[in-house]
């Protein structure tokens, strides 16, 4: 049996397979904790890395991670009790309240970036065409993730 791409089911799970060991082996969710102190689970850091993009309400913020209103505003909350968020009101409705990012909130995404985003070593030894190709690839199943979420983290 062979999927969409022409490889074979058996291909596409080992290739998934050692995608997944590779991530999992230079997994630093823990290490970023030490750091700051607490975990960004349960929705905190996903909601916390799109506030960088600018201030949501708690109602964009439930859509764009497909959970409820009041699940939004208990994960708010936790980050607001952190100091890093608050909620301000919205120049256009006062009946909503803008969430956005505090200075700690930007720190926090600094030292996660600078954490996270640290390249394993094992990447930096790959000759550039290795590199390249790689890049490329991740490139396409980015790509072709956005075109069709499909079942993305469920």
Same mark, same amino acid.
Request: net charge negative.
């Given at each position: ?7 074979? *089911? ?45 201030? =949501? ?14 699940? =939004? ?33 930007? *720190? ?34 980015? *790509?072709?993730?956005?075109? *069709? ?6």
């Amino acid at each position: 049996m062979t999927g969409s791409s022409g490889g074979s *089911d058996d291909s596409v799970q080992r290739a998934w397979a050692l995608m997944q060991r590779f991530v999992e082996a230079h997994n630093r969710h823990g290490e970023l904790a030490e750091a700051l102190g607490f975990r960004l689970g349960g929705g905190r850091g996903k909601i916390l890395f799109q506030l960088r993009e600018g201030p =949501a309400t708690l109602g964009r913020l439930a859509e764009a991670n497909g959970v409820d209103a009041p699940y =939004a505003t208990l994960i708010v909350d936790k980050l607001e009790a952190h100091g890093l968020v608050e909620r301000r009101p919205h120049p256009d409705d006062r009946r909503r309240k803008l969430v956005t990012l505090t200075a700690a909130g930007h *720190d926090v995404i600094a030292t996660a970036d600078a954490i996270l985003l640290r390249p394993p070593p094992a990447i930096k030894t790959l000759p550039a065409d290795d590199l390249d190709q790689l890049t490329a690839v991740l490139t396409r199943l980015l *790509d072709a993730d956005a075109a *069709d979420p499909g079942d993305r983290g469920r």
